[in-house]
Each structure stands twice: as C-alpha cells, then as structure tokens.
C-alpha cells in the first residue's frame, strides 16, 4: 500500500475520500490555473499553437496523474488526448471519459471583468474562460482517481479507464467521428462517461441520461430567371418566396406537432415514470421565460415545457429570406427565396430517414415553375440511457455519496458527439456534469463553483468502485 493510501480507522471510506481530496485541493486548483491560462481556442487559427500546448499540457499532467499512457492523437484539425489505465482485475469493466480541451473564444473587452485566461478566485468561485465548460470538468478525474486509489489501498483503479479528450469541439467536432471510427479498437469501452454537462441547480443534483440528435438543411427555392415586375407578372407565375413561407406554415400542424410524413418514426416515448421524474423538479416557468427573453410557453400539444426542450423531437426555422429587404418598397416578383431549418431528434429517430422524409415532403409541396434545391449538413444522432440501466444506477449511486442526497433525473435539449461515442462503440452514455446555468458557459465571466467542483473530484472517487460492482449486473 502506497503512503497516500492510508486511512484513518475512524474514518468511514466516504470521509476519507473528502479528506483526501481537501489536503489536495490547492496543488490541484493551482495545475487547474496553469491549465486555464492556455487560450486554447480551436475556432481563431492564431490560437493553433495554443490548442496544440493544451493537448500536450494535458497529455503530461495525466501521465503524472499515473495513467501509463497518455498520448497526443493527431487529426486534419486540432489534436486530441487520449489516455488509458488497465486495471489489475482481468474481469474489470472497460469505462471511457469524453471531455474538450478546447475553449470559446473570449476577451476583455466582451465584459469580462478580468481577463479571461488569467484565471481568479473571487469568494468560492473560479472565473476563467473554460472553468466550467470544460476543462474543470476533465481535471476533475486526475484528482477524483487518484482518491479513488488512495482510499481503497488500489495500484490500479477498479475499471480499466481510459479518456479521449478532443480540441475541436467549440467549432463542431467536424473531425471527431472520424477519429472515433480510426482509433474504435483502442476506444473499445462497456461505458462511456460524458463530462461536459451540468446539473440542474446547485441545491437540485442531477444526472443526464440523455440528449437530442440534429439534423440541419437549406432550402433554396428558384422562380423567375431574374426578379421581374409584379404588376405584369404577379397572379400568374408562381413566387418563390410565397412557396417558402407555404412551406414553413406546413411544418406544423394546428397542435404544433411536426407535419413532415414518417417524421415520428421509429421515436422512443417516454415512460409514466420518466415523465413523473421531470415534474418531480422544481421547475419555474415564469423564470425559464425569462431566460428564454420570451412571454408565452409553446409547444406540441399533451407535453409539459420540459418534456419538449428534453425528450421530442422539434422541427425550427433558424433563417428565411427572399426578395426586396431593403428600405420603401420594390415591387417584384423576387427570382429566388430561402429557408434554413433544423430538426432536433430524440432516440428511435434516424436522421439518414430523416432527411429522406424531409426531402420528399419539401418535392411534394413545390409547385410546377419552382426549381428547388435542399442540402443537409452533417447530423448528429440521439442518445439516450434507460432508468435501469445498471451503470446509470452505478454513477446515481456514486452521485449520491457525494452530495449525500438524492438525485433526480434530466436530459439535455442540446446535441453532441457524445452519439458518436456511443454509436461507433455500442456502448452506454453517462453524463457526468457538475456545472450550472449560472456558470456562463460561452458568456462573460465564465465561472466554476469550486465546491461543485470538488463534489465531482468526489463522484470520480466513488464511481469506478461503483461500475465495477455493478459491472455484472443484466442491463
């Protein structure tokens, strides 16, 4: 048994594990503020070279951290870490961290108080641009697992544990998949433990256990060769801008529900008990309007606000336009017009079927004299984890000897790579946050509470313990 592995007889393997983390505490904090003064900004190329120093800062740190391996995976964009820790039990389960090292870009002049990578502490607050989102919630591991060994007398954590921390994930992980699918043998995991997500309120934990899909496109409709007179030509050639807005004003029907055929396909509703957990939160609605800059909560009919930001599928106009926009009036037939639209999906929803249906539904609704043109970007697919899914009960249960509470249940209306990870390797996606809305993620004066960090320090403790017990449990 290592020196720092030591426990105190009177304490219980909860108390140590607190102890052991607050006699760490300030080396840990100060290698988290070295870490944060890297401008690691994947969307400006002048921070190139910083993104690369995080990666390398990070790869160095968890190799002093113990990890024997820890290596800087390269892609056509930013580099990723990726790490790995073979437990000594040969039956250990195999768990994978999802993290980014990379940053949104910020200054001082964007109303910061301080500058933005020069981390500081006001009262029991760390503010430094990343803080929350999400370098303090990779950090939190290096500390969490080598408390997990000092207080159960291990060399090795009780999982074989590996991490993939990736540098593109402010600028849309465009090349994250692809290196999920290169490296998949080495990624190879029984569970993956997402940790760039949040809680619901400092005084409510939560744990996610699931997020929405994406699928976007661009309709661009054609008319006239050129914008031609509405007086001579008006009422008797069709107008691409009319037939955009006939378009939108089809998206839904009158209970808000997303009109495109074979659009609910194959969806996974929620259960009575999921939906029983959501009201169980202490949702206000007149607060999230407020944050919403909204006066009037709408949605598909037969669905609280909660259940339509977590857990259906929505279908938005993000952009539309056409013809003379310009100040008086100009009167004309325009020659062509524009909608972009975005499609959040749940689990049992496909976007490959998605942009099928949405495509013969756009031919079907565009009328002869209209050439149309639609493009998709790239999708991003649904996850979700069932309630009784033995490794969600695992990292519950690690949850709730640290907060010493209970702990509800969310989803996030967000997407993400985290269906990468889950689709390529088949395998479970835990969301593993400590964050909340307050923390500024994107904004000024971007924030972490340290005592929520420190509580996630201790959820890492606990739960690889916890996945290994459960770890023959029948999903």
């Given at each position: 048994?290592?020196?720092?592995?030591?426990?105190?007889?009177?304490?219980?393997?909860?108390?140590?594990?607190?102890?052991?983390?607050?006699?760490?505490?300030?080396?840990?904090?100060?290698?988290?503020?070295?870490?944060?003064?890297?401008?690691?900004?994947?969307?400006?190329?002048?921070?190139?070279?910083?993104?690369?120093?995080?990666?390398?800062?990070?790869?160095?740190?968890?190799?002093?951290?113990?990890?024997?391996?820890?290596?800087?995976?390269?892609?056509?964009?930013?580099?990723?870490?990726?790490?790995?820790?073979?437990?000594?039990?040969?039956?250990?389960?195999?768990?994978?961290?999802?993290?980014?090292?990379?940053?949104?870009?910020?200054?001082?002049?964007?109303?910061?108080?301080?500058?933005?990578?020069?981390?500081?502490?006001?009262?029991?607050?760390?503010?430094?641009?990343?803080?929350?989102?999400?370098?303090?919630?990779?950090?939190?591991?290096?500390?969490?697992?080598?408390?997990?060994?000092?207080?159960?007398?291990?060399?090795?954590?009780?999982?074989?544990?590996?991490?993939?921390?990736?540098?593109?994930?402010?600028?849309?992980?465009?090349?994250?998949?692809?290196?999920?699918?290169?490296?998949?043998?080495?990624?190879?995991?029984?569970?993956?433990?997402?940790?760039?997500?949040?809680?619901?309120?400092?005084?409510?934990?939560?744990?996610?256990?699931?997020?929405?899909?994406?699928?976007?496109?661009?309709?661009?409709?054609?008319?006239?060769?050129?914008?031609?007179?509405?007086?001579?030509?008006?009422?008797?050639?069709?107008?691409?801008?009319?037939?955009?807005?006939?378009?939108?004003?089809?998206?839904?029907?009158?209970?808000?529900?997303?009109?495109?055929?074979?659009?609910y396909d194959g969806i996974v509703e929620l259960t009575d008990?999921?939906?029983?957990?959501?009201?169980?939160?202490?949702?206000?609605?007149?607060?999230?309007?407020?944050?919403?800059?909204?006066?009037?909560?709408?949605?598909?009919?037969?669905?609280?606000?909660?259940?339509?930001?977590?857990?259906?599928?929505?279908?938005?106009?993000?952009?539309?336009?056409?013809?003379?926009?310009?100040?008086?009036?100009?009167?004309?037939?325009?020659?062509?017009?524009?909608?972009?639209?975005?499609?959040?999906?749940?689990?049992?929803?496909?976007?490959?079927?998605?942009?099928?249906?949405?495509?013969?539904?756009?031919?079907?609704?565009?009328?002869?004299?209209?050439?149309?043109?639609?493009?998709?970007?790239?999708?991003?697919?649904?996850?979700?984890?069932?309630?009784?899914h033995p490794a969600l009960r695992s990292l519950v249960r690690?949850?709730?000897?640290?907060?010493?509470?209970?702990?509800?249940?969310?989803?996030?209306?967000?997407?993400?790579?985290?269906?990468?990870?889950?689709?390529?390797?088949?395998?479970?996606?835990?969301?593993?946050?400590?964050?909340?809305?307050?923390?500024?993620?994107?904004?000024?004066?971007?924030?972490?509470?340290?005592?929520?960090?420190?509580?996630?320090?201790?959820?890492?403790?606990?739960?690889?313990?916890?996945?290994?017990?459960?770890?023959?449990?029948?999903?």
């Amino acid at each position: 048994m290592r020196a720092d592995s030591l426990v105190s007889m009177s304490e219980t393997p909860d108390s140590a594990v607190r102890t052991y983390i607050e006699n760490h505490r300030a080396a840990f904090l100060d290698d988290l503020v070295e870490w944060l003064r890297i401008p690691s900004v994947s969307a400006q190329p002048e921070h190139a070279t910083d993104v690369r120093r995080s990666a390398d800062w990070l790869a160095a740190k968890l190799r002093e951290t113990g990890f024997p391996v820890a290596e800087v995976w390269e892609t056509p964009g930013a580099p990723a870490v990726f790490a790995e820790w073979p437990s000594e039990d040969p039956g250990a389960p195999t768990v994978l961290i999802y993290g980014h090292h990379d940053v949104q870009p910020a200054a001082r002049e964007d109303g910061w108080n301080s500058e933005p990578f020069e981390p500081v502490i006001r009262g029991n607050r760390l503010h430094a641009r990343g803080a929350a989102d999400d370098k303090g919630q990779v950090f939190f591991h290096t500390l969490g697992v080598r408390a997990h060994l000092a207080t159960t007398g291990r060399s090795t954590p009780a999982v074989h544990l590996k991490m993939i921390v990736e540098g593109e994930e402010e600028s849309g992980s465009p090349h994250f998949r692809a290196l999920v699918e290169e490296h998949a043998e080495r990624l190879a995991a029984d569970a993956v433990i997402v940790s760039d997500t949040g809680m619901w309120s400092e005084d409510t934990p939560t744990v996610c256990t699931g997020m929405r899909g994406l699928a976007e496109c661009e309709i661009r409709l054609y008319g006239p060769d050129q914008d031609i007179h509405s007086g001579s030509f008006g009422g008797a050639v069709p107008n691409p801008a009319t037939e955009v807005a006939r378009l939108v004003a089809a998206l839904h029907d009158e209970h808000a529900r997303v009109a495109i055929p074979g659009f609910y396909d194959g969806i996974v509703e929620l259960t009575d008990r999921e939906r029983e957990l959501f009201a169980e939160l202490p949702f206000d609605e007149e607060r999230w309007l407020r944050t919403a800059r909204s006066t009037a909560a709408h949605g598909e009919a037969g669905h609280t606000t909660l259940e339509r930001v977590w857990a259906r599928p929505t279908a938005e106009v993000n952009g539309i336009g056409g013809g003379y926009q310009g100040a008086g009036s100009k009167t004309i037939i325009p020659s062509s017009a524009m909608v972009k639209l975005s499609f959040r999906l749940v689990a049992g929803q496909d976007p490959d079927h998605i942009a099928k249906a949405v495509t013969a539904w756009a031919a079907e609704r565009v009328p002869a004299g209209i050439r149309h043109e639609i493009t998709f970007s790239g999708a991003t697919r649904p996850c979700l984890t069932p309630l009784d899914h033995p490794a969600l009960r695992s990292l519950v249960r690690a949850m709730g000897r640290a907060f010493q509470q209970p702990i509800r249940y969310t989803r996030e209306g967000g997407s993400g790579p985290a269906a990468d990870l889950q689709e390529v390797l088949d395998a479970p996606v835990l969301f593993l946050g400590i964050s909340v809305p307050s923390d500024g993620w994107h904004a000024p004066d971007e924030k972490v509470e340290l005592d929520l960090l420190l509580k996630g320090v201790e959820v890492g403790a606990h739960l690889w313990s916890e996945l290994a017990a459960s770890s023959r449990e029948a999903p």
